[in-house]
């Protein structure tokens, strides 16, 4: 089982163990440990074999017991007991806005209904509304969120969520007497997926806030109202809310309300070791009077004798230990990128030619474009043949003299990994261009050894420089990445020296952040590309420069700051 099969059991295990009505700290134990388990950059099999399961964050020895069981035998008794105690399906339920455990747990041993149709047949008959703590609204609120979830596809991806943000921002910060407006929550942290959109707005005055707030252009209902929180839906099921703090508390609000929970938990008790206690609303003196407002973000960690720790990093993953010894990276930044080495034209799937890509990543200050037009057997790309390639060199030493110095243009290729290992072209055409990166994009749905070795072969080949989106997954549509066992290839990259990328598309951000850590942690070089095949695919730039900040890495660590003479030199070392 690999981490997120994992990580699954132990939500399910924590959804059903709330509806049977177990004490919150078990159910809270296991939900820490799934969230370990979805941001490990190692699988815990290797913890496993080396005996060190209670070294992964979160696991103690009850959980380490069942990790061991399931890797062992692929089930569990305890969930296989605990399933027919509660029906499984009624976990699914959690997922209804309005709907609780303790509501579920009523429902189900009342009615003895299991499923969400059976759910809103009865809500629909009116079978809810006489039940204890019940009644008409509760039992529209039910309809009402049976609906959306309809309309939800799970986690919303960053590529959807982050420009809808931004909108919303724009429009809030042209109200009268709106001092600063910031997303909050996952989304602030730029985790690939989120939940609902969570939106904070500094002003001394919320009403003319919360009036453009619910009158937002595309809104399908308001949620709620008030005076310093209001929520509304999206008529594509998309949620979103926002709070109002006076501008002196927005510093202490905005940090409490972009999270993580482990990092908030570990401020708290920094603040309390200073006689301190922090809320969203200020720093208030545990014995005594006296109140400490903070009106930015700066003011809340200098008070705490921390230096500011940037969102991506806020996830308890060593963050705060970092910050306290002084010894946070300087994270990578978009204007440190000089490089796209992953761009197609219309030489394949590509929307314009290669003189109008070049042009426009030189208008945005890139100093060298790879084109990795997609080589044959990718024929839906329209994957060119090596004859195709000769005249695309003669069309790149054209373009090339119309650039001069301006920007240089790379001959190269995006190399179908095939299903049995080989790549797409002969070794010996590899060696003739610029940089060769190889890909994955069909038979995703391989055993884990099978698709291992595939790329296994692909990183140990002397011709390849990068691995492009590792996993191939793609969050836009939801599809997910094949099974492969990252450890050991990062491992085998670190020895060959390859480069493994993570793809800026939002609809790929492939490599994950837990598995770029990783690589950083190994030795691993990073590519971050756009994998454009628009204009405005150039533009994506910033999600990828996200997922590597999430990740630690500095500009030291990704091959796309390099200046073109080091990238060259490297290259050239390669083969």
Not at 44 to 52: G, I, P, Q, R
Not at 155 to 170: N, T
């Amino acid at each position: 089982m690999n981490n997120k099969q994992l990580a699954d059991t132990f939500t399910l295990i924590a959804n059903l163990l709330e509806i049977k009505g177990e004490i919150i700290y078990k159910t809270l134990a296991y939900r820490k440990a799934s969230e370990s388990l979805m941001g490990l950059g190692r699988e815990a099999e290797e913890y496993w074999k080396e005996d060190k399961l209670e070294e992964i964050p979160g696991v103690g020895k009850a959980i380490a017991e069942k990790i061991d069981e399931l890797l062992s035998t692929g089930k569990l008794q305890f969930l296989e007991k605990l399933k027919r105690e509660v029906p499984e399906s009624l976990a699914g339920w959690l997922q209804v806005p309005s709907l609780g455990p303790k509501k579920i747990s009523l429902i189900w041993k009342t009615l003895n209904i299991t499923t969400l149709a059976q759910l809103e047949t009865a809500a629909k008959a009116g079978k809810l509304r006489d039940l204890p703590g019940m009644g008409a609204k509760s039992e529209t609120a039910i309809l009402e969120g049976i609906a959306s979830l309809a309309r939800r596809s799970g986690r919303l991806p960053l590529g959807r969520a982050y420009p809808l943000a931004q909108e919303i921002i724009r429009v809030l910060k042209g109200v009268k007497g709106v001092v600063d407006v910031q997303p909050a929550g996952s989304l602030r942290r730029m985790r690939s997926t989120i939940g609902d959109l969570d939106i904070l707005v500094a002003s001394k005055d919320s009403a003319a806030v919360m009036e453009a707030f619910v009158n937002l252009k595309g809104v399908e209902r308001v949620l709620g109202k008030g005076d310093t929180k209001s929520s509304i839906e999206f008529f594509d099921g998309v949620r979103a809310q926002i709070w109002v703090h006076p501008p002196q508390e927005f510093g202490t609000a905005l940090q409490y309300a972009t999270g993580s929970k482990d990092h908030n938990v570990q401020l708290r008790q920094i603040a309390l070791d200073k006689g301190l206690s922090l809320s969203d609303h200020s720093f208030k003196k545990v014995k005594g009077k006296g109140e400490i407002f903070c009106s930015t973000e700066e003011e809340v960690y200098k008070t705490l004798g921390l230096p500011w720790i940037p969102p991506e990093l806020r996830e308890g993953r060593g963050e705060v230990e970092a910050a306290k010894k002084n010894k946070l990276p300087k994270l990578i930044e978009v204007k440190d990128i000089k490089s796209n080495l992953q761009t197609h034209s219309t030489w394949s799937d590509g929307k314009l030619s290669m003189l109008e890509m070049a042009r426009a990543a030189a208008i945005r200050g890139m100093k060298v474009i790879a084109f990795t037009d997609h080589s044959a057997s990718l024929g839906v790309a329209g994957g060119m043949k090596i004859e195709d390639h000769k005249k695309q060199a003669a069309e790149i030493k054209k373009i090339q003299k119309e650039f001069g110095n301006e920007i240089l243009v790379l001959h190269a290729t995006e190399v179908e990994i095939k299903a049995d290992g080989s790549l797409d072209y002969p070794d010996e055409f590899l060696a003739s261009l610029d940089l060769v990166l190889a890909s994955v994009h069909s038979s995703l749905r391989q055993p884990r050894e099978k698709i291992t070795e595939r790329l296994l072969k692909a990183v140990r080949n002397p011709h390849v420089d990068i691995i492009g989106h590792p996993t191939g997954r793609e969050l836009m549509p939801d599809r997910e990445g094949a099974d492969i066992d990252m450890e050991v290839v990062l491992q085998a990259a670190a020895e060959s020296g390859a480069a493994m990328e993570i793809n800026a598309h939002p609809s790929r951000l492939d490599l994950d952040d837990a598995y770029a850590r990783r690589a950083r942690e190994l030795g691993v070089l990073i590519s971050i590309n756009t994998d454009a095949h628009s204009e405005g695919d150039l533009d994506m730039l910033h999600y990828g420069v996200a997922i590597a900040r999430r990740a630690w890495l500095t500009k030291d660590d990704v091959i796309n700051c390099w200046s073109t003479e080091k990238l060259l030199k490297w290259l050239k070392q390669r083969g």
